[in-house]
C-alpha cells in the first residue's frame, strides 16, 4: 500500500539549557522525583474513567503536584550505556502539565512533538550534575500560534519555578 501525501518542513532555533550543579546525582534525581510524582497515561486514563472530569482531574493535580508536573516517563539510558562502555550515571525524564498539553492540543495536535518536556540529568565528570532541556516555548513558537507561543511561555515559567523549588537557580532563558 502507498500513500499520497504533501510535505511541509519548519526549520526553528530552540534554546537549549544546562545546568551545572553541585548536587550529589543520585541526590538530584530522588528530591526531582518527590516534586514530579510519576503518572502514566493508563493512571490517568483510569482517574479520568471514575467520572471523565477533566477540569477536576487537572484542579486535583494541581492541588497534589503545586508545580502542576508529573513525569509520564522515566528512562535510565545508563544501564544500558554501560554496556556500550559509559559508566555516567544518567536518567532521562518526560513531565506533562495536563492542563497547558490540554489547551495546546487543542490549538494543534502536534503540539505533543514538545509537551511532554524532556529533561536529562547526568553525574558530572568533575563531581556534581549536569541537568539539560530545550526551553519548551522556544520550541512552540516554532508552530506561529500566538496562542500555542503563549502557552510555551507560561510552561517555561512553571518550569522555572519547579527549578527553584528544588533550590536550583532560575536559568535565564527561563526568566520573562
Avoid: C
Avoid at 541526590?27 to 477536576?56: H, I, K, N
Avoid at 535510565?76 to 544518567?90: E, Q, V
Wanted: no cysteine; aromatic share 8%.
Amino acid at each position: 500500500m502507498t500513500y499520497d501525501a504533501t510535505e511541509t518542513s519548519t526549520e526553528y532555533t530552540a534554546t537549549r539549557v544546562r545546568l551545572h550543579l553541585n548536587a550529589r546525582f543520585e541526590s538530584l534525581v530522588a528530591a526531582f522525583e518527590q516534586a514530579v510524582p510519576a503518572l502514566g497515561d493508563e493512571d490517568a486514563v483510569a482517574r479520568l474513567a471514575e467520572d471523565g472530569d477533566w477540569s477536576g482531574f487537572v484542579r486535583g493535580l494541581q492541588w497534589e503536584v503545586p508545580s502542576g508536573f508529573v513525569r509520564v516517563w522515566t528512562s535510565r539510558p545508563d544501564g544500558l550505556m554501560r554496556y556500550a562502555g559509559s559508566a555516567t550515571p544518567s536518567v532521562v525524564w518526560l513531565i506533562a502539565n495536563h492542563g497547558i498539553a490540554a489547551r495546546l492540543f487543542r490549538h494543534d495536535p502536534a503540539t505533543v512533538l514538545h509537551t511532554p518536556i524532556r529533561i536529562e540529568a547526568h553525574a558530572a565528570p568533575d563531581a556534581g550534575t549536569v541537568l539539560g532541556f530545550d526551553t519548551p516555548g522556544s520550541r512552540l513558537r516554532s508552530f506561529g500560534i500566538n496562542k500555542v507561543t503563549q502557552a510555551g511561555a507560561e510552561l517555561d515559567r512553571a518550569l522555572g519555578d519547579l527549578l527553584e523549588d528544588l533550590g536550583m537557580p532560575r536559568p535565564a532563558a527561563l526568566r520573562r
